[in-house]
């Protein structure tokens, strides 16, 4: 949640003294402020008010808030939706940036069109919350038998949840992502 009345930085500013060490000098708080202000391209937008950020950079303006103490998991809950394609695309590419920078990011999403240019493993739930599949977005089509992944959600209702995932558990994706790590 960010203050409409704040400009950028204010915000990030006082987010990062209420989650950093109490003992964080300020020059420590606004190192985390401007990285995070870095890590989604929104450095030139910092002395801007809040309310004037655009749909775009609001959200990115939240992920830099929930970033700014550099969290090392990030779970993030439909994040882009509402958002154009283009500007869904520029939010996983930094989800992708910061994953690689040693943070793991969990984005839950209805909105494919960008998945598998950015992710290395998806995650696909039937109801009533039943994993149907987990592996890379490639294996995803393979195992679906979908040309692009947006085609799953149509293909769900075919089978029950409890046909997926017995499905899922006999497939080699099961041995290769759960049962092998799991020994």
Known sequence: VLHEELALNEALSFTARLRLPPDTPMAGVQD???NALASVDLQHRAGTGIRNL????KKRASLANETVC???????????????EGTDWEIMRLFRRMADHGMTVICV????ANVAEFVHKVVVMTNPGV??????????LTFFGVSKLGDIYRKLPDRTADEWRTRYEHSAYYERYVRTPLA
Not at 54 to 57: D, E, I
Not at 131 to 140: D, K, L, Q, V, W
Request: proline share 6%.
């Open 32 to 34: 985390a402020v401007t």
């Open 54 to 57: 655009s749909g775009g950079q």
């Open 131 to 140: 994993m149907a599949f987990y592996g890379t977005p490639t294996e995803a």
């Open 109 to 112: 999403t209805h909105t494919m």
């Open 70 to 84: 550099r969290p090392n998991l990030l779970f993030l809950d439909e994040v882009t939706s509402g958002l154009d």
